[in-house]
């Protein structure tokens, strides 16, 4: 199993990043899939998550900035994030949602002026 998250980077307060998270000898489809973040310090949190046919559900820190949405057919999920705070810094995982499969590198998202 890989599951090979990418798309992070530093970006300053109120700006943009869309992360990947592509999936090997994994099959997303049929899984609910999900974005989790870990600050340093802090356990890891789930972020937001999406259904198979599309419903997603968003943690109460991000609603309304980040959006998740997902390929079956590439075996992909993204996470489009907008209007970024200092809070938002983590390293960005993504998994299915439940029995999670070995989670992989991760991608750090820093978001500082």
């Known amino acids: 199993v890989q599951l090979q998250a990418s798309g992070g980077g530093l970006v300053q307060p109120g700006g943009s990043l869309r992360l990947s998270c592509a999936g090997s000898r994994v099959i997303f489809s049929g899984n609910i899939m999900a974005w989790y973040r870990q600050a340093p310090g802090k356990q890891r949190e789930l972020v937001a998550h999406?259904?198979?046919?599309?419903?997603?559900v968003y943690a109460d820190s991000v609603k309304g900035r980040f959006t998740i949405s997902r390929d079956n057919a590439k075996n992909t999920v993204y996470l489009q994030m907008n209007s970024l705070k200092p809070e938002d810094t983590a390293l960005y995982y993504c998994n299915r949602v439940g029995a999670n499969w070995s989670w992989g590198q991760g991608t750090l998202v820093t978001v500082s002026s």
């Open positions: 999406i259904f198979n046919g599309g419903s997603t």
